[in-house]
């Protein structure tokens, strides 16, 4: 008799651990999705064929953007 009890309180114990080591590592995914939005860039339109391009690829002549050096010279006055 004493041995089920000691089988079920180890039983128990084992559960217990693993749900304790699920619920840690999903606290830490929400770091990993923290950083991939750090990782997200905002979005500009080029002001001559009005495509969407990431901020850091456009071109930023007298406050508009541009995704080419063609645009920006035929959009010169």
């Keep these: 008799m004493w041995k089920l009890i000691f089988l079920g309180i180890v ?17 830490n995914s929400p770091e990993v999705k923290s950083s991939e ?4 860039e ?5 002001d001559q064929c009005h495509v969407h391009l990431p901020r850091s690829e456009a071109f ?4 508009k953007f541009y995704c080419t050096k063609a ?5 010169a006055p």
């Design 71 to 75: 645009h920006i010279k035929s959009d």
């Design 60 to 63: 930023l002549v007298d406050g």
């Design 11 to 27: 039983i128990w114990l084992i559960i217990k651990l693993a749900k304790y080591a699920l619920k840690a590592n999903q606290n």
């Design 42 to 46: 905002n979005m500009v339109e080029c």
């Design 37 to 40: 939005e750090a990782n997200i």
